[in-house]
């Protein structure tokens, strides 16, 4: 697990959350992992990071957000970065929401309620199918 914690430490997150709760326990844990991490609490605070970050690895989203929602906010981040990771994290397991991020590109997804470990292994496995020229 400590190389694992090691290659998160290597990248730059973003959590896109608007319990704040939720966002409040992943930012205190990623603070304590020693990650480099920023949060939004909707799809626009997101895109508005995105485009202000050109070094952003991954993004982990919500899809049920005010403003704009996850998927939107996934079309959106498609037409100008097709290739940037995108993790769903949500408490709906419905197919509709599935098949729709898979047109996006969006394969990977983690159930609430947010589980550190799957996130830590998802994370380096994703990191080890990359080509990562950083």
Do not use: C, W
């Amino acid at each position: 697990m400590n190389a694992k914690i090691e290659e998160l430490k290597k990248i730059k997150l973003l959590f896109v959350e608007d319990e704040y709760d939720l966002i409040k326990i992943i930012s205190d844990t990623l603070t304590k992992l020693e990650a480099n991490f920023l949060t939004a609490q909707n799809g626009k605070e997101a895109l508005d990071l995105i485009d202000k970050n050109d070094d952003i690895d991954i993004v982990i989203t919500d899809i049920n957000m005010p403003i704009i929602n996850g998927l939107e906010m996934i079309e959106k981040i498609r037409e100008t970065n097709p290739t940037l990771p995108i993790i769903i994290m949500t408490a709906h397991t419905e197919s509709e929401y599935r098949q729709k991020a898979k047109m996006y590109g969006v394969e990977n997804y983690l159930l609430k309620p947010f589980d550190f470990i799957k996130f830590i292994d998802l994370i380096y496995s994703m990191k080890l199918g990359k080509n990562d020229d950083k």
